[in-house]
């Protein structure tokens, strides 16, 4: 769920991005994991779904390995763009602002941080 004024909008990076709608200053929790909010999967319920369906949460997801879940936000985070120098550091169930993010400016994250976190690269 995302804990900031955010929406999607044009990027610079790849078609569409999160955008910040107001100042968040550095340590702000900008999103965090609500489940019942974001939605949970297990491989099992995933592949009960056709194969549409997966493919969006393949791209738009993220595999927990901790939760052993597919995370699915409901809300615009799904937008949030990779960057090698992201604007947010996620931490498992939240995400917090690495430094001052700009109204206007785009919210990243490092997707490299999940594979790490999680043993996968």
Excluded at 10 to 31: D, M, N, R
Excluded at 50 to 65: E, I, K, L, N, T
Aim: aromatic share 12%; proline share 6%; glycine share 10%.
């Amino acid at each position: 769920m995302l804990l900031v004024h955010a929406r999607v909008g044009i990027s610079k990076i790849h078609g569409f991005g999160l955008i910040a709608q107001e100042f968040i200053p550095k340590g702000t929790v900008t999103w965090k994991l609500v489940p019942g909010f974001d939605r949970l999967f297990t491989e099992e319920e995933l592949q009960s779904f056709p194969p549409s369906v997966q493919a969006q949460v393949h791209h738009y997801g993220h595999y927990d390995p901790e939760l052993n879940r597919y995370v699915l936000c409901s809300d615009d985070a799904r937008f949030t763009n990779h960057a090698n120098e992201p604007t947010e550091l996620s931490y498992g169930d939240y995400s917090v602002a690495a430094r001052d993010i700009q109204p206007g400016e785009e919210i990243t994250c490092d997707y490299g941080d999940f594979a790490h976190r999680f043993g996968e690269g």
